[in-house]
């Protein structure tokens, strides 16, 4: 992607925002907003049942970040009808993401994958299929099953990178290289499948210079989405006890918008912003408690963009 030649980019290019929010690019595609429904395949992860590991990335709760998904009791199909009543509630909507988001959602037999992620494409109403894993749970013929579904419905496949830090890899518990990552992306874009990549801002020991060095190595990756998440403190997970014992920085609201200020202007205009910040289960979060005003957050993350004139892409230069 280094050889793209990027014009100057107007920051009303994306409607009222600074920025390719995921959703104007739902609306470009499908002319209407489209709603996530958090799906949840009975999955576990290769870092918990002991192939790589037990105890699971260290910021990982135990519902493997599936906080907000549906149960694992209920068909896809039960899921994606509890999903659409709980959205029809609150406001009119007609179209979803099938969005499978605790742990890793292709670490399955292939036949397994292809029964419930069929089912979630079938269901009418349902615009896009995407599929939260690791890179190293990717075999030929999972790529396979997904560049199937991909010619009936848009698959998208969103993997944990977090980092490219190495030092900062092995303190999370990731479990793999960043070569597996890498490989992981070629073969998905081979196949047709778009990649949204994972980051969390903040991990302990890393600078705001380390930071910008993950956002300017997925720049020039072959990735269609990114999001980006304030590491989040939570209850019974491993990263709540190193904490305890020895607090680490935690940076307030305003130093992590001037943060996520200076990723935007690094990333590429085409790349498209699925996830600003996170908002993890209120009776789960100790720190930073700041996050749970998501609304606030937003409000004055878009003011400061106008207020500093930036803009997705300003810093880019091809």
């Known amino acids: 992607m280094s050889d793209r030649i990027v014009s100057h980019i107007q920051p009303m290019r994306w409607g009222e925002k600074r920025y390719h929010s995921l959703d104007f690019h739902l609306r470009s595609q499908f002319g209407e907003k489209v709603y996530r429904i958090a799906l949840n395949g009975g999955m576990t992860c290769p870092n918990r049942d002991g192939s ?38 609150k406001r009119p909507v007609t179209s979803y993401i099938a969005y499978f988001q605790a742990f890793t959602n292709t670490y399955a ?15 009418p109403d349902v615009k ?40 900062t890899a092995r303190f999370i518990r990731r479990g793999y290289d960043t070569e597996v990552f890498d ?20 991990l302990p020991g890393e600078t705001e210079d380390m930071m910008l060095q993950t ?3 997925l720049d020039h990756s072959d990735i269609q989405g990114i999001k980006r998440q304030l590491l989040h403190i939570l209850k ?3 990263l709540a006890g190193i904490y305890r014992q020895k607090p680490f920085y935690v940076p307030d609201m305003e130093t992590y918008i001037c943060m996520l200020g200076r990723c935007i202007s690094h990333l590429r205009p085409d790349i498209v912003i699925h996830r600003l910040t996170g908002d993890g289960p209120k009776d789960l979060l100790i720190e930073p408690q700041w996050t749970s005003a998501k609304r606030t957050v937003l409000n004055r993350f ?17």
């Open 52 to 89: 790589i590991g037990t105890g699971g990335c260290i910021f990982c709760s135990a519902e493997g970040s599936g906080d907000f998904a549906g149960r694992p009791s209920l068909t896809i199909r039960q899921q994606l009808d509890a999903g659409r009543r709980q959205l029809l509630s």
């Open 109 to 123: 037999p292939v036949g397994y994958l292809e029964s419930i992620f069929t089912e979630a494409i079938d269901d």
């Open 128 to 167: 896009v299929l995407s599929i939260a894993t690791r890179p190293d749970c990717l075999g030929d013929d999972v790529i396979a099953l997904l560049g199937k579904l991909n010619q009936i419905k848009p698959v998208w496949v969103e993997l944990g990178l977090q980092t490219i830090h190495p030092e």
């Open 183 to 202: 490989h992981a992306v070629q073969r998905l874009r081979s196949a047709g499948i778009e990649v949204i990549v994972h980051i969390i801002l903040y």
């Open 215 to 217: 956002i300017d190595y």
């Open 236 to 238: 019974g997970t491993d």
């Open 302 to 318: 878009h003011q400061y963009l106008k207020e500093n004139d930036i803009w997705q892409g300003k810093e880019y230069h091809g």
